[in-house]
T-cell receptor, first 117, second 109 residues
Framework: GAVVSQHPSWVICKSGTSVKIECRSLDFQATTMFWYRQFPKQSLMLMATSNEGSKATYEQGVEKDKFLINHASLTLSTLTVTSAHPEDSSFYIC?????????????FGPGTRLTVL | DAKTTQPPSMDCAEGRAANLPCNHSTISGNEYVYWYRQIHSQGPQYIIHGLKNNETNEMASLIITEDRKSSTLILPHATLRDTAVYYCIVRVTGNQFYFGTGTSLTVIP
């Protein structure tokens, strides 16, 4: 199967600090990874598209200077929430794109629960 | 923006088939239909996808109407562990996924 991991699975931090979340594709190479966030009782919201070796593309309304994305290799993308505030508390989920025949599909990580105090 | 419409919730008796509908009336010719599910506090799990032919795998079957404006995900023998939110998504290969609100399926003992 296609396995995507995230680390950490949960994190609690103080307001004003930065938090880094790692997303790894364990058994396949992913040229494209995606970052989502999900608030309670809501659907997933796409934040940004991360391509290996290039700058991430952010969705409208997502602050690129606050949510720093680095895709340094074909198996690793990181999301850094800078100067986190309580309103950044959310469930952050990454996915990695894997070719599948004539199409491709995304495999999702287990998510990271961020709580900012 | 999500281009699909799904009922907000459905119930299904354990052991029976669960049929989850999805409307995607504005689908383009090169857009695939994908189904994922999300169990509480976990990342979405891939179920199945297709372009125009019906598809089946070990988890489910996907039935796409001939005009491709709607589809149905079938879980042949629902179990309690199939209780989850099911998302139907249409997208062109390589493009982003935009999630709608999905269908909350509850399997009842």
């Amino acid at each position: 199967g296609a396995v995507v991991s995230q680390h950490p699975s949960w994190v609690i931090c103080k307001s004003g600090t930065s938090v880094k979340i790692e997303c790894r594709s364990l058994d396949f190479q992913a040229t494209t990874m995606f970052w989502y966030r999900q608030f309670p009782k809501q659907s997933l919201m796409l934040m940004a598209t991360s391509n290996e070796g290039s700058k991430a593309t952010y969705e409208q309304g997502v602050e690129k200077d606050k949510f720093l994305i680095n895709h340094a290799s074909l198996t690793l993308s990181t999301l850094t929430v800078t100067s986190a505030h309580p309103e950044d508390s959310s469930f952050y989920i990454c996915s990695a794109s894997r070719p599948a025949g004539g199409s491709d599909t995304q495999y999702f990580g287990p998510g990271t629960r961020l709580t900012v105090l | 923006d999500a281009k699909t419409t799904q009922p907000p919730s459905m119930d299904c008796a354990e052991g029976r088939a669960a049929n989850l509908p999805c409307n995607h009336s504005t689908i383009s010719g090169n857009e695939y239909v994908y189904w994922y599910r999300q169990i509480h506090s976990q990342g979405p799990q891939y179920i199945i996808h297709g372009l125009k032919n019906n598809e089946t795998n070990e988890m489910a079957s996907l039935i796409i109407t001939e005009d491709r404006k709607s589809s149905t995900l079938i879980l042949p023998h629902a179990t309690l562990r199939d209780t989850a939110v099911y998302y139907c998504i249409v997208r062109v290969t390589g493009n982003q996924f935009y999630f709608g609100t999905g269908t909350s399926l509850t399997v009842i003992p």
